[in-house]
């Protein structure tokens, strides 16, 4: 599994590169910056959850690969605005200085809704039917919006300086972060003509990965370095957001940690079907240290 992760983390590397405008090209600065923010760095989980659940039906890579670069353009985007001042106000991504830091913060918002609406195009131009074009098309645009990853950012920065309920933090994850995971698999699922039944199935793991990314990343925002994360620590404690350690305290937010790597789990299993690539990614996801 770990050599198919490398592969697929090459691949859609590659295909990013080809996807995104050369930076030789005018405006050189607005292209520039989306390739300094797209490539080169980042776990690219979801663009791997992609074809690995495209796997499970015998998707050809090469008609998951629109779908692939879409998510990571996708997350590339909503990294570049969630550091910008307005919002989380951070200096460094993935080891290196922002795009607001490294550019400017007008470039920073361009290239971000740039790589937002690039992502739309790679789907239009996927290696598939109509009917999977658009299913992908709404699936992102679902994960991306008001009832998805911006909303869950609203809801993340009007919780600023309040105590969340458990509830509520799941609510505000399953949004901000689960969105775009849960797309993710569903998308390469979609692709590979799964059925409403498995849709269902994956979309029941889907969710538990996100709130498992999510515990996971608040965990380390207290345990990891900066230099681990490649991204500053300890911010959620500075702006006083409610986390998974601070509303259970951490032993018990690992111990929810570990349950919902159980329901992952069985969720895959009730599959009847080879999962070993998603479990890989999910035990990677729950157990990984930056």
């Not at 992609?50 to 998707?59: D, P, Q, T």
């Not at 039917?129 to 909303?151: F, P, Q």
């Amino acid at each position: 599994m770990k050599a198919d992760i490398e592969r697929w983390r090459n691949r859609v590397e590659a295909v990013l590169d080809a996807a995104l405008p050369s930076e030789n090209t005018e405006p050189k600065r607005l292209h520039q910056a989306m390739r300094y923010s797209t490539l080169g760095g980042g776990k690219r989980i979801r663009a791997c959850l992609v074809y690995a659940s495209g796997a499970l039906f015998n998707a050809p890579e090469e008609a998951l690969d629109a779908a692939a670069a879409a998510v990571e353009m996708t997350h590339a985007y909503s990294l570049i605005h969630d550091d910008l001042p307005a919002m989380d106000n951070d200096d460094v991504r993935r080891g290196k200085p922002t795009l607001h830091i490294a550019f400017d913060e007008a470039t920073a918002i361009l290239a971000g809704d740039a790589l937002q609406t690039q992502a739309y195009l790679s789907l239009t131009q996927a290696e598939a039917s109509d009917a999977v074009r658009i299913a992908t098309l709404r699936c992102l645009a679902e994960a991306s919006g008001a009832s998805g990853m911006c909303g869950g950012q609203q809801m993340d920065m009007d919780a600023t300086n309040q105590v969340l309920s458990l509830k509520a933090l799941e609510a505000l994850h399953a949004l901000k972060t689960g969105a775009l995971i849960r797309a993710s698999v569903r998308m390469g699922a979609l692709i590979g003509n799964a059925n409403a039944d498995e849709l269902a199935r994956l979309d029941q793991f889907a969710n538990m990965l996100g709130l498992s990314f999510q515990i996971r990343d608040d965990i380390l925002d207290i345990e990891a370095s900066s230099e681990q994360l490649g991204k500053t620590a300890g911010k959620d404690i500075e702006q006083n957001k409610s986390t998974y350690p601070r509303l259970l305290g951490m032993n018990e937010a690992k111990k929810l940690l570990d349950a919902h790597a159980e329901q992952m789990q069985a969720s895959l299993s009730s599959l009847k079907r080879d999962t070993s690539a998603l479990s890989y990614i999910a035990a990677y996801a729950a157990n990984r240290s930056q």
